[in-house]
């Protein structure tokens, strides 16, 4: 009775070894068939388009995207006050994860800050152009600024 059972058990943990080794095998092929790549092209009325797919009837590049998050906080001065920078002004995009942890950071401990989305708010673009920003969140305190965010840098700009 025991040498059948321990056959059984063993029957199975074969069966179970050769699954997993197959989905893996499988896994590992079709990884190389996945792309995620972006097309642009422009139409006959001078519109750019872009797609996931390349377009059948017009030229299309491949184009390149570059996310510009901070990966490192780095501090800076300003010289001078920028208007409404008695409240923590932070320049964000919706898609940043460092700006959602800045936020909930803000929340949680009961401090005023302003938004902006660059993607969203033109005159915030402006803004955050004229403060020569290069990626998100950028975050203004008075006359101190601070690219990217974590929870002790802010603690170094804030009072």
């Keep these: 009775m025991n040498v059948m059972r321990n056959d059984a058990i063993y029957c199975r943990a074969v069966r179970f070894f050769r699954f997993v080794s197959v989905a893996g095998l499988l896994l590992l092929c079709m990884s190389g068939i996945v792309r995620a790549e972006i097309y642009k092209w422009t139409d006959d009325q001078g519109r750019t388009h872009f797609g996931d797919i390349e377009s059948e009837d017009y030229d299309a590049e491949a184009v390149t995207v570059e996310v510009n998050s901070y990966e490192h906080v780095t501090y800076s001065s300003l010289g001078k006050a920028i208007p409404g920078s008695e409240k923590v002004q932070m320049f964000s995009t919706a ?58 840098g802010f603690k170094r700009i804030y009072p």
């Excluded at 929340?107 to 955050?128: H, L, P």
């Design 95 to 152: 898609w940043c994860g460092y700006c959602k942890k800045a936020k909930t950071y803000f929340k949680s401990q009961g401090i005023d800050f302003v938004e902006y989305d660059i993607e969203k708010d033109v005159s915030a673009k402006r803004r955050y152009d004229a403060l020569g920003g290069k990626g998100v969140p950028v975050i203004v305190v008075g006359t101190k600024r601070m690219n990217g965010f974590s929870v002790a």
